[in-house]
């Protein structure tokens, strides 16, 4: 039986794997963590017969602690520590944000294979993310979909022959629209596909998510920024492809539904039987692609700069979108100004090589204040 450490367990990747762990009875949850919902993952660890958890908002902890009998570890660094405590043989890290980098190098050096929905463990961390697990023999299996099928196309045929990726993006709740102005914290959190968090369905609506995806498959593929590319397919039917040397195209499709990637990941290198819909192409009856709008979308410009110029640039990228994002859904700043924000970041940061952890994190907090700044100034 495989034991697994579900952090952000109560966000929709987390539920879904807890979903799929009643389903399996080859893995079993031995520990949670969560941000600040205590009334929630404690009903979760009751329902789970779960011991051990972990709470990162220290008010929230404190309530915790008083309703569970359980062990509770509180802080940040209570949910790092949850990792040497409940001995997994995988962490599926859901947190969203920076938050969940620290708990990728924890469980990294420990030798931890890591189910990674937590895009910004390798946005922020790069290369250094990818050679301390390397170091220390531990896997990196991706849980977005997109990735999971490049990730799944590759194992089964190989990387030598390859030569691009195509990651698909549904296009969001503002695909076709080529002005922007006055969009609507209700419109922007419509997302025509997933059910999302707040910060991942903004992200999915400036096509930024997008742009995080091309920073993580650079790093988990190993593929130059050129043969990255994107297409919107609004359907959501085919998940990611990649095209080889001869000329041929492999395609990953399925009905969306994130249980699929995230039993694969805790499953690998199995593939186990999951009660989900089956894809019945004739009754879809037409996919369709059609290349995404930069000028419009300018967080997906962003991102490919910030991927391409390396360093500590898609760390300032992240930390800018995540204040400018908040920023949005508290109506402090309209929907156009999160690229504007997040531009103007990069631009007075600047760019340079990131030697180890320690500045990134310090790189991480310099950007969320110039952000901060930049949005008091525009209020």
Same mark, same amino acid.
């Given at each position: ?37 205590w ?12 011991? %051990? ?13 008083a309703?569970?009998?359980? %062990?509770? =570890?509180?802080?940040? /660094? ?16 859901? $947190? ?5 980098? +620290? *708990? ?15 895009? /910004? ?5 790069? /290369? ?29 045929e190989?990387?030598d022959?390859?030569?691009?990726? $195509? ?15 006055? $969009? %609507?914290i209700e ?6 596909? !997933?059910a999302? +968090?707040?910060?991942? %369905? ?21 593929? *130059? ?24 195209? =492999? ?5 969306p539904?994130m ?8 499953? !690998? ?11 019945? =192409?004739?009754?879809?009856?037409? &996919?369709?692609?059609? /290349? *995404? ?17 390396? +360093? ?28 504007? $924000? ?17 500045? &990134? ?19």
């Amino acid at each position: 039986m495989k034991r697994v450490l579900i952090l952000g367990s109560t966000g929709s990747i987390g539920t879904q794997a807890l979903e799929v762990i009643a389903e399996r009875p080859e893995l079993d949850a031995v520990g949670l963590a969560v941000g600040r919902d205590w009334q929630t993952v404690i009903a979760q660890a009751r329902g789970f017969g779960i011991e %051990t958890v972990a709470v990162a908002d220290l008010d929230a902890a404190a309530e915790a602690a008083a309703n569970f009998d359980g %062990t509770l =570890l509180s802080g940040p /660094e209570g949910v790092i520590e949850l990792i040497g405590a409940t001995e997994p043989d995988m962490v599926l890290n859901g $947190v969203v944000g920076a938050a969940g980098l +620290g *708990p990728t190098i924890g469980a990294l050096s420990q030798g931890i294979d890591v189910a990674l929905a937590n895009k /910004e463990s390798l946005v922020i961390g790069g /290369e250094l993310v990818t050679e301390l697990a390397a170091a220390t023999g531990a896997r990196l299996l991706p849980v977005d979909s997109e990735h999971s099928a490049i990730f799944q196309l590759i194992e089964r045929e190989g990387g030598d022959s390859l030569s691009r990726i $195509v990651l698909t993006a549904s296009g969001g709740p503002f695909r076709g629209r080529s002005d922007l102005e006055g $969009v %609507t914290i209700e419109q922007a959190l419509a997302h025509p596909t !997933w059910a999302m +968090g707040g910060r991942i %369905t903004i992200d999915s609506a400036t096509l930024m998510n997008k742009g995080f995806e091309m920073i993580e498959a650079h790093l988990l593929f190993g593929l *130059p920024y050129e043969k990255i590319e994107v297409v919107v397919h609004p359907q959501s039917i085919v998940h990611s492809m990649i095209d080889l040397h001869d000329g041929s195209t =492999l395609a990953h499709l399925g009905c969306p539904d994130m249980r699929v990637p995230i039993a694969l990941a805790l499953t !690998w290198p199995e593939r186990v039987e999951l009660s989900t819909e089956r894809l019945d =192409l004739a009754k879809i009856g037409r &996919l369709d692609f059609e /290349e *995404p709008d930069p000028e419009t979308f300018r967080c997906l410009a962003l991102a490919r700069e910030a991927g391409e110029s390396g +360093g500590i640039a898609p760390c300032v990228l992240n930390a800018a979108d995540e204040i400018a994002v908040a920023a949005f859904l508290d109506g402090g700043i309209s929907f156009s100004d999160i690229a504007r $924000v997040i531009e103007q970041t990069l631009d007075d940061i600047g760019s340079g090589p990131a030697s180890g952890f320690d500045e &990134l994190f310090a790189v991480d907090e310099a950007s969320r204040e110039r952000a901060s700044e930049i949005i008091s100034g525009r209020s």
